[in-house]
Every structure is written in C-alpha cells, then in structure tokens.
C-alpha cells in the first residue's frame, strides 16, 4: 500500500507517521514504567484472545452438541478434524500474515485489520447454519494470521534499546494474554452452553470490537512503531530469500498438483473433513522435510550450523509431540468435562467450558515462579539445558494424560467423577508448557543460522500447527476408542518421547555447539 508524505491524523494507527515528528517515538514511562504504548498493545492483545479462547471452549462442545440443542450435530471424528484444521490454520497464517505486514501494509495496518476480520468471523459464527459457521472459522483463521505475529513484533519495537526492560515489557505482555484466555471461557462459556451458543459466539466477537476501538485511541501512544515507513532501504539478502520464497511457490505448486492426483486416486478425500486433515497433515510434513533437505544440501550451511539445525528438527519433532497432548484441552478433554465430569457445585450446574480456564489462571500463578526459578538455577550452574527443559514438559504432558487414564477409569459405565481429575492434569500440563513453550522460541532463535532466522520461525509454527491438527484427529477418536486406551496412548508417546529425549541431552548439547 503507498504511504502518504504526513498522517492525517497523529492518532490513527492506520495512517503513517512521520519519521522523526512530534510522535514518531512511543510514549514513555505511563504503563507500570514502561511505555504507554504497551496499555495499548496489552489490551488489544488480552481482548483478541478472549475473542479466541471464548469461542475455542465453546468450538468442539458446539459442533458436537445434538441439534436439537443448538448445535451442529457432528460426531466426535468430523469434530475432531474441523478443530484441527482451525487451530492448526491460525499457526499456519502466521506466516503469510508475517509476509504480509513486513512487505506490504505495515504492522500497524495487519494488527488492525486482523482485529476487525477476527471481529466479523465471530460475527458470523453468531449466525445461525453450517455456510456462516464455516465462513467465521475462516475469517478467524485470516484475521489472526494478521494480528499475532504482527502485534508481538511491535511489542518489541516499543524497546530498541533491547535488554532487560524489554523482557519485562515482554512479561506484562504474557500477562494480558492469559487475563484474556482466564475472562473468556467465564463469560463466553457461560452465554453459549447456558443461554445461547450464537449468543456465546457473537459475545466474542464483541471483545474484539471491544480490543479494536481501544487499540485505535491508543494508537497515538505508539510513535511510529510497527509503520512501514517510506523509502525503506532493502534488506540485506533480499534476493536471496526472494529465492527462497519463488522455491517455496515451487514446493506449494507441487504439493497442490499431489493433492489432486491423490484425490483422483481415491488415496486422499479433500470433500470430508477428515480428508482434509489428512491431506493437511501431509502438507505439513512435507514442507517441513523439503525444507530441513534444502537447507542441508543447498542452504550454504558450515558444519556447525548443519548441526544446530539437526538439533532444531529434533526439537520440531518434540514440539509437535507435545502439542498434538496439550490441544486436547479444548477437545477431548472438554469433551471428558461435559460428558463424565460431575460439575454442580451447591446445587448449580457450572458449564464445561468454565474448567477451560483453569490453565490460565495457573499459568498467571506459575509464569512468574519459573521465571525466577530459571534465573536462581543459572546463578549456581543449575539450569536444565534446553532439551532438558524439552524432555521434562514432555514427560509432564504424558503425567498428566496418565491421570486421565485413571479419571476415565474411574468414570467408567457413565459414572461422573471430580473435577478435581482435569484440574490435576491442567497442573501437569501448565508445569510442562511452562517448561517447553518459551524455551522452544528463545531456543530456534539461538540456533537459527542468522540470515534464516525468520524462516525458521515459521518453520517452527509448522511444528504447532502440525501438532494441532493432529490434536484434532487425536480427539476425533473420543467416541470409537475406549478412554483409557486414547489418554493412556497419548501419555505413553509423550513420556516415551521425553524419555527418549532425556537419553540424548548430552549429544545434543554438544551439537548445539555452546547454545544453551
């Protein structure tokens, strides 16, 4: 899009500043000491997911519920593969919504016209039939590509000092997150299972209207940051990664060409659900071997770099491991919650979705105790390496799917149990994300060769989105599979993993070649 010479309006985040004015640095010290432009990108942030985590608690419970409660009547297979396809497709648009605000609009512009395609998604959703339900699944799906990997990069924009202040900026951020992921399935949860699950979707949407309006009158706060200022010089390597980007055409126009062939085999269905994931899942994974070969074979790599890089596709591997358990929270799980979980508490039956909540509110309790356990571990010389972190959040994920074997076990012939069982395995599962999630980021970052490293970024999403969609296949076997046979097999591959990975530390250290 062209910039224009002077904003029209210094508070309009859509419209450029100029270089150098009045406003063209974010405003300091209003925010808990830090820049007021953090208020700004805090709230829209805490706001866009309680949009997204509202009608994620709701999303499985709805498309399973009988019609004639309102829902959509689908059984837990086609379930299970629409869910995977969503939340595996917010990872995924990561990446051309990345593309996008870095090449042609802005930060600044992606942040605000995600929020608003976001907004019309649930809009949708709030509309009643299979045509709006889908059309708001995919609005969501585009919208979020937009806002997440835009409005994280303009968080740090806020501190081009970088350092410790800029951590923390980065702490309070996190913060806003799990607020938002906390409200949501209270108020959202509560609206869609107890009075209306429209009404419960339309009430997301209205959070991120909510987060829309606030981050445009606290645009003024941000200076210039996430603008996408006139005369940018190219960046080094441009033609490089244009050639990259012309392979990763290649590779795409490939794969669509497969598709078809399969299709016309008989190999892959691409007009059911569950076909689609299927051929999702291939993509994927073919993307992200292409990818690994060329970046061996061709990828200019020294023999350091081709180690760190072996050691990231390890870690890709672990991560979409870890992912495919942790995703069950808003499938199988919830499922687990509304079907065999006794939930009256004082004569009052609390929606299933409420208990979605309870990982935020322990990631809010734990977040900061990690935080400094890491940093009084590293001043004795005690601090797990990396994959050591890997190993035990696996192994925590797997502990956790072990205590539902014993749930399931104990709700067996339809008898409802404690909520005390999904509280215990939100624990485990809060205890290992805490433990993987933030350390698989810094980790890719340090061991990115430098001139790839936002490529290898977006590799690393792939290994969520994977491990999403294979969530969603995961809890698609919640009615053919009896329970202790599905939780005990998904704790078994996350412990075996971890374990796996345990036997390996060392080895791998010493090919991260002094990265910790």
């Known amino acids: 899009m062209n910039q224009t010479p002077a904003p029209q309006s210094a508070n309009d985040p859509a419209v450029p500043l100029v270089p150098g004015g009045p406003s063209s640095r974010p405003e300091q010290g209003s925010f808990f000491g830090h820049p007021r432009g953090l208020s700004t990108l805090f709230f829209t942030e805490l706001w866009e997911r309680f949009s997204y985590y509202g009608m994620r608690a709701l999303l499985f419970l709805f498309m399973t519920a009988a019609v004639e409660k309102g829902g959509l009547g689908f059984d837990t297979n086609k379930a299970g593969a629409i869910y995977g396809l969503y939340t595996s497709g917010v990872y995924l648009a990561a990446m051309p919504g990345g593309w996008l605000a870095d090449r042609i609009i802005g930060q600044r512009r992606a942040v605000l016209y995600g929020g608003i395609i976001i907004a019309l998604g649930h809009f949708s959703m709030a509309l009643p039939g299979t045509f709006f339900f889908f059309l708001g699944l995919l609005l969501i799906v585009m919208g979020t590509g937009l806002l997440k990997p835009n ?16 951590d923390a900026g980065f702490s309070i951020f996190y913060m806003g997150i799990n607020i938002g992921a906390f409200i949501a399935p209270l108020l959202v949860g509560y609206l869609g299972e107890k009075v209306n699950w429209h009404l419960g979707f339309g009430a997301a949407g209205v959070g991120m209207v909510f987060g829309v309006i606030q981050y445009l009158l606290g645009g003024k706060h941000l200076g210039n940051v996430g603008q996408k200022l006139p005369s940018e010089p190219p960046a080094p390597g441009q033609a490089e990664r244009g050639g990259s980007r012309t392979m990763g055409l290649a590779v795409v126009g490939v794969l669509v060409g497969l598709l078809v062939v399969l299709q016309w085999l008989g190999v892959v269905d691409l007009t059911t659900a569950v076909g689609l994931a299927n051929a999702g899942g291939l993509i994927i994974v073919t993307l992200a071997l292409a990818f690994f070969a060329f970046q061996f074979t061709a990828g200019g790599l020294d023999a350091t770099e081709k180690r760190r890089l072996a050691v990231i596709g390890v870690l890709f591997i672990c991560s979409a491991i870890f992912w495919a358990g942790f995703e069950q929270a808003g499938s199988s799980l919830n499922l687990f919650a509304r079907e065999l979980t006794d939930r009256t508490i004082f004569g009052w039956q609390m929606p299933a979705s409420y208990l979605q909540a309870v990982n935020a509110l322990l990631i809010i309790s734990f977040a900061p105790v990690f935080a400094w356990l890491w940093v009084w571990l590293n001043k004795r010389g005690l601090e797990p390496s990396s994959p050591a972190k890997f190993s035990m959040g696996l192994v925590l994920l797997g502990s956790g799917f072990g205590v539902m074997v014993m749930a399931s076990l104990a709700a067996a012939g339809g008898r409802q149990v404690s909520p005390l069982w999904l509280v215990l395995t939100y624990l485990l599962h809060t205890l290992g994300e805490l433990s993987l999630s933030p350390v698989g980021l810094s980790t890719v970052t340090k ?3 430098q001139r790839a490293v936002g490529q290898m970024m977006g590799v690393w999403f792939m290994s969520m989105s994977l491990g999403n969609l294979i969530a969603g296949r995961v809890a698609g076997q919640f009615e ?17 993993a971890g374990l796996v990975l345990s036997l390996f530390v060392r080895p791998i250290r010493r090919m991260m070649g002094g990265v910790h």
Not at 152 to 161: C, D, R
């Open 447 to 449: 061991l990115s060769p």
């Open 480 to 496: 053919a599979m009896p329970l202790p046979q599905l939780f005990g097999a998904v704790a078994a591959v996350a412990i075996a």
């Open 151 to 166: 409005i994280s990069t303009m968080v740090g924009g806020l501190y081009p000092e970088g350092g410790a202040r800029r």
